[in-house]
């Protein structure tokens, strides 16, 4: 069968938070940048999508294709390691320590944040003709993106940075929903369905994903957008990641590996 049983799949979540945690400094940092790219060229593909088409849920129905793509490949994303490294360290294998699972963390957050840099920059200069021009309808609307989720929280005060936070969770829920998803079958076609789904559901409802943020926010300050870096990390991608850490491993990581690997005692009958 192409489908593997939870229990299975589960068992390779666990596994596949500790070879992360075991990798090179160099393999993190490449597959980490590249995921980062890929995601950050999805971001403006299904930008691009709904500007031409005037339809955001055509967007966000195409925006899958990138996550898909870097999932395939092997490259992790940020939201992916928050669920993977931490179930290795709970299931006490060797050599998993916390400041394994942090120096995870703290690389793939470099290498995403690279590559997502990268893509803005490239995506800049396309956009305004090597910054000889305005930005034009795409580039216009992702420097609003980049007001609209930053000062447009930061006027609500705390209850604007608790909703950034709780989008973050909702974020990740279906962000690491995807991730499983890529284990859950042995068929590329089954893997990208289950992939799919979760993905295209957080990106219509205008979640926080802390590295697609990574592309929207530096890209929409390059192109003219009034807000600032502190703007950005305060009442974005600080209360962003934070949420995705905790909604992917409370929702998914720790729901998953409680019921399936570390079950109760069956009652008898």
Known sequence: MSYLIPNEFVTKMVDSGESKIFMSTRDTLIRAYMAGAILALAA????????????????????????????????????????????????????????????????????????????????????????????????????????????GYAEYGLAGWLTIFIRGMLCNWMVSMGVVGAMISTSVSGKVIAMWMPIMLFFFMGFEHSVVNMFLFPSAMIMGGDFSVMDYMIWNEIPTALGNLVGGLAFTGLTLYTTHVRTAPTRAL
């Open 44 to 151: 403006v593909f299904a930008v691009t999508i709904t500007v031409q088409t005037g339809s955001p849920l055509v967007g966000a129905m195409l925006f899958p294709v990138g996550f898909v793509m870097l999932y395939l490949m092997g490259f992790d994303l940020l939201t992916g390691v928050f669920v993977l490294a931490p179930l290795a360290l709970l299931d006490k294998r060797p050599g998993v320590t916390v400041n394994g699972v942090l120096r995870n963390w703290g690389l793939v957050f470099v290498g995403n944040f690279a590559g997502a840099l990268t893509v803005a920059l490239m995506m800049a200069f396309v956009f305004t003709m090597g910054f000889s021009t305005e930005p034009g309808p795409i580039g216009e609307k992702i420097s609003h993106i980049g007001e609209a989720r930053t000062l």
